[in-house]
């Protein structure tokens, strides 16, 4: 197993513990309000140590050899998400800058949706922690396209596999997941 699948698999372990929970009666209501049987808290992971060291190594992988400048999304899901990748890209030698896509702008100071060491031109990659109807990705999207950025594609930690994909694909063409519900389920299924 390479150095690479053996993160990847440590965090599916980590997001299947810390991050997944399951519940028959009652169901959880997600952002979106729908109601689901599983829900993702990725903060849980996201925010943890380990985790971050995990999910940057294995999102940098995905981007190491793109034309990206730069990394991030709507705060709050994307932002340890960003700043993981941001971290290890430096270790790595190829350092990749963060920003930050803010739900409201602010009424003082810059008043820009956008906050980071980003430029208008840059190529970057919208990041998210899970996409289930894909809106906030979307909105993060068209708020750096408003700012002059070039969204070069989108990664998430996971796809619920709910149609939100498909809906961030009528705005970006290259969309890609860390992990999908399906792999998640299947080892909940498996009993661990």
């Given amino acids: 197993m390479t150095e690479y699948a053996a993160m990847k698999k440590r965090l599916a372990e980590m997001i299947f513990e810390k991050s997944f929970r399951y519940s028959d009666n009652p169901p959880f209501t997600l952002a ?28 940098f992988d995905m981007l190491k050899n793109s034309e990206v400048s730069a990394v991030g999304g709507l705060t709050l899901g994307a932002d340890p998400i960003a700043n993981a990748v941001s971290l290890i890209s430096y270790q ?8 930050i896509v803010r ?13 980071g060491n980003v430029q208008s031109g840059d190529h970057v990659c919208v990041l998210d922690d899970v996409i289930t109807t894909g809106g906030s990705t979307i909105l993060a999207i068209k708020k750096a396209r408003e700012a002059g950025l070039v969204v070069d594609g ?4 996971i796809d619920r596999q709910e149609g939100g994909r498909e ?4 705005s970006v063409s290259n969309v890609k997941s860390v992990f999908t519900r399906d792999d998640i389920m299947n080892r909940f299924r498996q009993g661990n």
């Fill in 32 to 59: 979106s309000g729908k109601t689901s049987n599983y829900y993702f808290n990725c903060k849980a992971t996201t925010l943890n140590p380990e985790g971050m060291y995990l999910i940057g190594n294995t999102i």
């Fill in 92 to 99: 790595k030698g190829r350092p990749l800058n963060t920003f």
């Fill in 103 to 115: 739900k409201d702008i602010k009424e003082h100071g810059t008043r820009s949706a956008i906050e």
């Fill in 154 to 157: 989108v990664i998430a930690l």
């Fill in 167 to 170: 809906h961030i694909l009528e």
